[in-house]
């Protein structure tokens, strides 16, 4: 199947410390998007990569993609408690048409003031 | 900056009962989407919706399931005859291009007793 795998399943950190996620999934993909969901929220789109892109930055994000190993990191720099969430990878498979995304079961971050 | 918009936010039916699930995707997007996430799971997608059609769905998306968009704006999901396993949070998403950035909904909570 194409779902990303994120790891780790849960992360604890203090304020002001980084956190990396990362996410691996099986099949080519053409861009690879990161969410994030606060507790029984909704998603919140993060940052679309594309396969052809390997770093972006977004404010205190930063997401990379290694196509050739099949994983992206997400780093959160400087973090803060209100980066608390769950937070998601979802993959749009080469060649797809149609656009579905193909999520992974997330990392649920927790950062301690 | 628009946003997509999903109405009920909760929604308790009893089994078998048919339930329709309201969504009002941005409005220059083309390509609408649904996705549940039961409880502690990772995120299904369900069907995707273009010019009209459904474009694609999975194995979820079975003959209770339909979607609709009745008019200009709204993009509705129903399920026909609900069943335990339907209590999930419901997301809608749109875009403007399949391989665009998906922007989600807050969801609907459906639980089923």
């Known amino acids: 199947s194409q779902q990303g795998e994120e790891d780790p399943q849960a992360l604890s950190i203090q304020e002001g410390e980084n956190a990396t996620m990362n996410c691996s999934y099986k099949?080519?993909?053409?861009?690879l998007q990161w969410y994030r969901q606060n507790s029984g929220r909704g998603l919140v789109h993060l940052i679309l990569?594309?396969?052809?892109?390997r770093e972006k930055h977004s404010g205190r994000l930063r997401v990379t993609l290694d196509t050739s190993k099949k994983s992206s990191s997400l780093l959160i720099t400087a973090s803060r408690a209100a980066d608390t969430a769950s937070y998601f990878c979802?993959?749009?498979?080469?060649?797809?048409?149609?656009?579905?995304?193909?999520f992974g079961r997330g990392t649920q971050l927790t950062v301690w003031p | 900056e628009p946003e997509v918009t999903q109405t009920p936010s909760h929604q308790v039916t009893q089994m078998g009962q048919e339930v329709i699930l309201r969504c009002v995707p941005i409005?220059?997007?083309?390509?609408f989407y649904w996705y549940r996430q039961i409880l502690g799971q990772k995120v299904e997608f369900l069907v995707s919706f273009y010019n009209n059609e459904i474009s694609e769905k999975s194995e979820i998306f079975d003959d209770q399931f339909s979607v609709e968009r009745p008019d200009g704006s709204n993009f509705t999901l129903k399920i026909r005859s609900t069943k335990l396993e339907d209590s999930a949070m419901y997301f809608c998403a749109s875009n403007r291009d399949r391989l665009e950035t998906q922007y989600f909904g807050p969801g609907t909570r459906l639980l089923v007793l």
């Open positions: 990569i594309r396969s052809n892109e």
């Open positions: 979802a993959t749009v498979a080469r060649g797809s048409t149609l656009g579905r995304l193909y």
């Open positions: 409005s220059n997007h083309l390509y």
């Open positions: 099949t080519s993909i053409n861009n």
